[in-house]
């Protein structure tokens, strides 16, 4: 079946270490996209990115980074330098064209102890 | 400054009843619509998509878009507890390519027994 795919769906990690949440797309989509969820709130733009290779950050792209090498992947990773990174991880894709709707991953969920 | 604004709730509507939730937006460019339900620790889902000004419907969902108002509405009808969830509303502007759609903080409805 076509769709998204986020590993690990849980992940613990001590401060100071990097961790990184994988995203993996078979419906050939263009775009890809990292959001973050904190609880009861919305959802906040990391980085996308609309062509391979290429990748623009979003509304809080401090102490995260990404790739962008295949169509079909792109892993966010995310640095000792990003102060609370305890949060919900939701990796989505999109076709190309004006009305494309966004399709979502199960997510990740990263939890600093 | 592109903003997307929902009541952040709790709605509570008893079952059988329509549910009503309601999204406005600031960029009158705005284009294409979207309503995503998200249960408790899962990932959004999309449920409606609407393009242009009137109503849409679709089995118990109805989007109803008023862009010269610039608000954009999600009825449910006959509210079953199964529809207890956060409804995330979004905008895209259109002839924009793959760039994000913005998101509203949600609303969480509550359909009590």
């Known amino acids: 079946d076509g769709g998204i795919t986020q590993s690990p769906k849980y992940l613990f990690r001590k401060e100071g270490q990097n961790v990184t949440l994988s995203c993996e797309q078979n419906?050939?989509?263009?775009?890809m996209y990292w959001y973050r969820q904190d609880p009861g709130q919305g959802l906040r733009l990391i980085y996308y990115?609309?062509?391979?290779?290429?990748?623009q950050k979003g509304d809080i792209a401090e102490g995260y980074s990404v790739s962008r090498e295949k169509k079909e992947s792109f892993p966010l990773t995310v640095t000792s330098a990003q102060k609370n990174p305890t949060a919900f991880y939701l990796c989505?894709?999109?076709?190309?064209?004006?009305?494309?709707?966004?399709?979502f991953g199960e997510g990740s969920r990263l939890t600093v102890l | 400054q592109k903003e997307v604004e929902q009541n952040s709730g709790p709605l509570s509507v008893p079952e059988g009843a329509i549910a009503s939730l309601n999204c406005t937006y600031s960029?009158?460019?705005?284009?294409?619509f979207f309503w995503y339900r998200q249960y408790s620790g899962k990932s959004p889902e999309l449920i409606m998509s609407i393009y242009s000004n009137g109503d849409k419907e679709d089995g118990r969902f109805t989007a109803q878009l008023n862009k010269a108002s610039q608000y954009v509405s999600l009825l449910i009808r006959d509210s079953q507890p199964s529809d207890s969830a956060t409804y995330l509303c979004?905008?895209?502007?259109?002839?924009?390519?793959?760039?994000?759609?913005?998101f509203g903080k949600g609303t969480r409805l509550s359909v009590i027994a």
């Open positions: 989505a894709s999109r076709q190309g064209g004006d009305t494309g709707e966004l399709f």
């Open positions: 979004a905008v895209n502007i259109i002839n924009s390519g793959n760039t994000p759609l913005v």
């Open positions: 419906l050939n989509h263009d775009a």
């Open positions: 960029d009158r460019g705005s284009q294409s």
């Open positions: 990115s609309q062509i391979v290779n290429d990748f």
